[in-house]
């Protein structure tokens, strides 16, 4: 999963880039009038470079359609349970480590619980109170969707 601050920072450095090169365009056009920014009239002329630019910029059409599909999360299914992440929160409040909790109800098939921790975190601690309490408490605020399995998953960052 990537950290929205990524998508965010790739966002604003391509404007940063796009709005540059407009406005150098645009000076250049203001200083030579005669000069020409850009000129198609070679890819005009050629037709292996007209089906190179094509592929080009098919390949650019893809790559930005499935950035937008990624960023816009299509791909992710279930609905976040807020009271079973507070419970989640309250059984876990003892270990030292834990950077991140989600509940999620997917589809009304099963509940995902995941659990991002920080290097060094006590595993097994861990492991020991999603089993014994954890689970359990989430299942108790879940309502109807309690009888559900549940597939826990753990994360440890790198750094």
Do not use: N
């Not at 003892?94 to 509940?111: A, C, E, K, N, Y």
């Not at 097994?124 to 999603?130: C, D, N, V």
């Not at 954890?134 to 879940?142: F, I, Q, Y």
């Amino acid at each position: 999963m990537r950290p929205p601050l990524g998508d965010r920072i790739g966002i604003g450095v391509a404007g940063a880039v796009l709005l540059w090169a407009g406005g150098y365009g645009l000076w250049a056009l203001q200083a030579r009038p005669d000069l020409k920014v850009f000129d198609l009239e070679y890819l005009a002329g050629s037709p292996w470079a007209r089906s190179i630019g094509g592929a080009l910029v098919a390949l650019l059409a893809m790559a930005a359609t499935r950035w937008l599909v990624l960023s816009l999360g299509w791909r992710r299914y279930g609905s976040r349970e807020g009271t079973g992440t507070a419970m989640l929160g309250v059984a876990l409040q003892s270990v030292d480590g834990v950077d991140r909790l989600q509940v999620r109800v997917v589809g009304g098939r099963r509940t995902e619980i995941t659990v991002r921790c920080r290097p060094g975190a006590p595993l097994g601690e861990l492991a020991r109170l999603l089993d014994r309490q954890a689970v359990s408490r989430v299942r108790g605020v879940l309502g109807p969707y309690s009888a559900l399995p549940v597939v826990v998953r753990l994360h440890v960052r790198r750094r």
